[in-house]
């Protein structure tokens, strides 16, 4: 996978992940055109697509485009399923999820897809796993925040 790209119905992008290394005008580009391509298709249109020399992979949950950019090699039914299993992880962290859930908790949903995704490739395959580890950061997380709380310790913001 290249890119994944999370944006609404409107054309605004709420996520963009890139496994290619690119430059941010190309980076831009892409985005504009990828995203201008998938809006200007039927909803009852298939959500495979040649696009240059890539294939354009993309699913609507609610109000937002789930889009990745694959290698022309890559099956699309399997980046279909990468789609929904994020969507699926997405859900369970944030319950139902929607587009203000991507806008507010935007690292949390980044979090989830380095979870999931590492260098456009499926890092790990059980939801139970990639669930477990993201418990366990949250865990983290609230103790550091508890631990930091009143406190001025080196990276933790002094609260009066």
Known sequence: MQVMLLFSRQGKLRLQKWYVPLPDKEKKKITTELVQTVLARKPKMCGFLEWRDLKIVYKTYASLYFCCATEDQDNELIT?????????????????????????????????????????????????????????????????????????????????
């Open 80 to 160: 279909l399923e990468i789609i929904h299993r994020y969507v699926e992880l997405l859900d369970k962290c944030f319950g139902s999820v929607s587009e203000l859930d991507i806008i507010f908790k935007f690292e949390k949903a980044y979090f989830i897809l380095d979870e999931f995704l590492l260098g456009g490739e499926v890092q790990e395959t059980s939801k139970k796993n990639v669930l477990t580890a993201i418990q366990q950061a949250d865990l983290l997380q609230e103790k550091t925040e508890s631990m930091c709380h009143g406190k001025s310790f080196i990276g933790c913001k002094k609260t009066y």
